[in-house]
Structure formats: C-alpha cells, structure tokens
C-alpha cells in the first residue's frame, strides 16, 4: 500500500508569510493524481488542488501545487488569517484508490 | 452540490453501522461516483469504497469484507453499511461526490461511536 508522508507536522508562521508543505508518495503517483485539502475544525475538508496543480473551483490563487519527482508541493504565497488550518495530500490510483497523507497543521506563530 | 449524511450516532460492538447520504443541488446520483470516508483520530483519513449511480462499486480492501455500499437513484440518496463494529469504527463519517482525482465535495460529516 502506498504512504504518503508530510512534513513538517506542524508549521508555525506568521500572517504574509509563504508556506511550503510537503507530500512524499512511497511509489510513483501515477500521472501526478495528486490532491490537496484544507481542513479546519469541526468542519470537513475542501478540496483546495487536484492534479497536483489545478485548484479547484472558488479556491484563490495564492494556492499552488507542484512537484518533482516523488515530492509534492503546496505553497501558500502569502499567508491570510483564514489559511491556519490542517493540510491533507491524498493520491488516486494506487490500492486502496484513495490514500492520505496524515496532516500538516498550520498554526500561527 | 450538498451532501447530507443521516443515521445513528451510537451504534453497540459486533452490530451493523448505517448511514445514508442525501444529495441535492442539482447533482444526481445517477450519473457520478460517490465515496465515504471516515476520520478517526487514530488513523486519519481512510477512504471506505465508492459506487457509481450504475451500482458499480470499489473498495478499501482493508474494509471489504465488511463494508457494502448501496445507491438508491429515485432517492438520489447512496447507503454505507459495516458490520460487525467495533470501538476502531468509531469516526466521522463523510460521504462525498469524485471529482478529477480526488473528493470534490463534502457532507458535513457524522460522528458514529461505536459503544454498548
């Protein structure tokens, strides 16, 4: 079974600032089926980029995604108040279908 | 698209856990695939098995041999059964509608505790 592994675990940054998280896949993520999400408490995760680059509808452009190799990345230009929250990558393809990642907290400094 | 989920919040160990997933806005079961998910604080996010509004379904095979997944297009409503519960079902459940690779969108969530 695939894992995807993020890092860091917590990430504690300032309003403005640029966030990076990270998502390393075990295997090859078939033709980047890679998506994050964004998940605040007590609510469910939104979808925030699929296919390791496309944001999904309504999310703002300071959101992207990228990659290289095994690597994922989704950076945050600059951070809003609204941005603090937990972080989620999940792959497509591999058994089971869809795997997660198991979070990246974004908190403020 | 509004997803609802529906069901017993506490259900006692060795029984079944059911829940269903009303859609609305303008999404049809029929003609898109439907997942459940659910979210323990022991294991995170673990994706339970989808179904298309055909009937067509997949799963988790860590789940499989309890878990069945059922659509009801006139109610445009899909079903989640588990048997055989115990205290590690205990989670929120999602239901949720596929998109490009990934889970576009989400109900609110259900907590089932799974406790006699």
């Known amino acids: 079974e695939i894992v995807l592994t993020q890092s860091p675990g917590t990430l504690s940054l300032s309003p403005g600032e640029r966030a990076t998280l990270s998502c390393r896949s075990s295997q090859t993520v078939s033709s980047n089926y890679l998506a994050w999400y964004q998940q605040k408490p007590g609510q469910a995760p939104r979808l925030l980029i699929f296919?390791?680059?496309n944001r999904a509808v309504g999310i703002p452009d300071r959101f992207s995604g990228s990659v290289s190799g095994a690597d994922f990345t989704l950076t945050i230009s600059r951070l809003e108040p609204e941005d603090f929250a937990v972080y989620y990558c999940q792959q497509y393809g591999n058994p089971p279908l869809y795997t997660f990642g198991q979070g990246t907290k974004l908190e403020i400094k | 698209v509004q997803l609802q989920e529906s069901g017993p919040g506490l259900v006692k160990p060795s029984g079944t856990l059911s829940l269903t997933c009303d859609v609305s806005g303008g999404a049809t079961t029929i003609n898109s695939w439907w997942s459940w998910v659910r979210q323990s604080p022991g294991k995170g996010l673990e994706w339970i098995g989808e179904i298309h509004g055909s009937g067509r379904t997949t799963y988790n095979p860590s789940l499989s041999s309890r878990v069945t997944i059922s659509v009801d297009n006139s109610r445009n409503q899909f079903s989640l059964e588990v048997t055989s519960v115990t205290a590690a079902d205990t989670a929120v459940y999602y239901c949720t509608r596929n998109g490009q690779v990934s889970l576009e969108y989400w109900g609110q969530g259900i907590l089932v505790t799974v406790s006699s």
């Open positions: 296919g390791a680059f």
